[in-house]
C-alpha cells in the first residue's frame, strides 16, 4: 500500500495572486525520493528560477536527509531541476522576464506511478491592501458559517 504524500506551500495563496498552473517532474536522486516519500520535504520558503539555458530550477526546497542514508545522502537546500515541455518553458520564462511574474511551487505530491511532481504556478505578488482584502473576506465567511449553523 502507497502512502499519499501531499505537501502544501499554505502561504503561497495569501501572498501572492495565481494566474496560471503547470505539473512539473523533478530530478532526484535516490535519497531524496525516499524522504519525500517519508513526507520529509517543505516547499514553505522555495522559488523557481531559470538559467542561462533557460532550465527551470526550483530553489530554497527543503527535502531533509534520508535517516538510513549513508555518504550518498543528498543536500538538504540543493537546487533542483523541473521538467516541464519547451513551450511551456518558453511561455513561463518569456511572462517572468516582460511582465515581472515569479513562478512558485504550491504542492509536492507523488502520482500514481510513483513519482515525484511539483504544481507549480504564475504569480503576482499581493499588495498589503489585497491581503487585507483576503483576512476580512476570510473572516466574514466565518462568520456567516456561525449565523448559518445558529438558525440550522
Known sequence: MQKIVNIKNKKAKFQYEILDKYTAGIVLTGTEI???????????????EFNEQGELFVVNMTIE???????????????????LNKKELKKLEKEVR???LTIIPLRLFINDKGLAKLVISLARGKKLFDKRDTIKDRE???RLDRVKKSFN
Request: charged share 30%.
Open 34 to 48: 525516499k524522504s519525500i516519500r517519508d513526507s520529509k520535504a517543505s516547499i514553505a520558503e522555495s522559488f523557481c
Open 140 to 142: 466574514n465567511k466565518v
Open 98 to 100: 516582460n511582465t515581472g
Open 65 to 83: 536527509e534520508y535517516l538510513y542514508g549513508t555518504y550518498y545522502n543528498h543536500k538538504p537546500k540543493a537546487t533542483r531541476k523541473l521538467l
